[in-house]
């Protein structure tokens, strides 16, 4: 009877919960903590013990490569993979590979800005997603660090439904944490900004060169305005707010409730797709 047992159900390998009929009367199978959440750091086999039977959902970080004021051009790339970092063992996910290169605009013309053609852009997302689901996830969040990326991804999320039947998410988390920023720093933020400066500048400070900065490097976003390239590589949303900080205490602390937003978000979506599926 025992040897049947053991030999369907993996056991934790704590000797308390192996010993006597406390085994028989209380299997349970054995849930590990993956030794990395990142899909390339995992080996294939690794990979196959743990999706989909211990976890079914992946982050994908997606940005782009374009100019920020004084943080890097792979801004919109670093903020989503400091997010996932933090947030992948509390929503139980792994985290792929980035896409690196999206849909730059207007600030196109910068130097070392550099894009690829929207249609382009759609094919190879959702052929990344569509490769992800087949590989065994079911629930995949695009953790977008970019707002030209937006619209897009929320195509491919409808037609990663129809075509492989996985549920997505598509995450802006600027835009999902106005008010978190709003608490933290008292106004809104801005592209190159207030909030992506700070968030950058958590894990990557030598990144962020206030020695370059000068509040001439902001321009409002205006109505009846549209202009390539954009005047000003740090771009505000609202008069007077949005300019970059510098101080590291409130970044860490912008990092934080944008995590906890962001984790909770995906969460309650989670909970409520369990009842869909
Ligand atoms: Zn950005």
Not at 161 to 177: F, G, H, I, Q, T
Not at 248 to 256: I, V
Request: net charge positive.
């Amino acid at each position: 009877m025992l040897s049947v047992v053991q030999s369907r159900i993996q056991f934790p390998r704590s000797r308390a919960r192996l010993d006597g009929w406390h085994l028989l009367l209380y299997p349970q199978p054995m849930k590990t903590t993956p030794r990395t959440r990142k899909l390339e750091e995992l080996n294939w086999m690794e990979f196959k013990r743990l999706v989909p039977k211990q976890t079914d959902a992946v982050l994908l970080p997606v940005g782009t490569v374009e100019a920020h004021g004084v943080t890097g051009l792979g801004t919109d790339n670093q903020i989503p993979q400091s997010i996932c970092a933090r947030i992948a063992g509390n929503v139980n996910a792994l985290i792929a590979p980035p896409v690196h290169y999206g849909i730059t605009k207007s600030l196109l013309p910068y130097p070392g800005s550099v894009t690829v053609l929207p249609d382009t852009f759609e094919n190879y997302v959702l052929e990344v997603a569509a490769g992800l689901s087949d590989a065994g996830f079911r629930k995949i969040v695009f953790m977008n660090g970019h707002g030209g990326n937006t619209n897009a991804l929320k195509d491919i999320s409808a037609r990663l439904y129809r075509e492989k039947k996985a549920y997505s998410m598509v995450l802006d988390w600027w835009a999902l944490c106005a008010e978190e920023v709003k608490k933290v720093y008292g106004h809104v933020g801005g592209h190159g900004g207030t909030d992506e400066t700070a968030m950058v500048q958590v894990d990557h400070p030598a990144d962020v060169r206030k020695q370059d900065y000068s509040k001439d490097l902001a321009f409002m976003v205006q109505p009846g305005l549209a202009a390539t390239p954009f005047p000003g590589s740090i771009m505000l949303y609202k008069q007077g707010e949005g300019y970059p900080d510098f101080d590291p205490a409130k970044a860490e602390q912008l990092m934080k409730v944008v995590c906890t937003k962001v984790e909770q978000t995906i969460l309650d979506v989670f909970r409520r797709w369990s009842r869909i599926r």
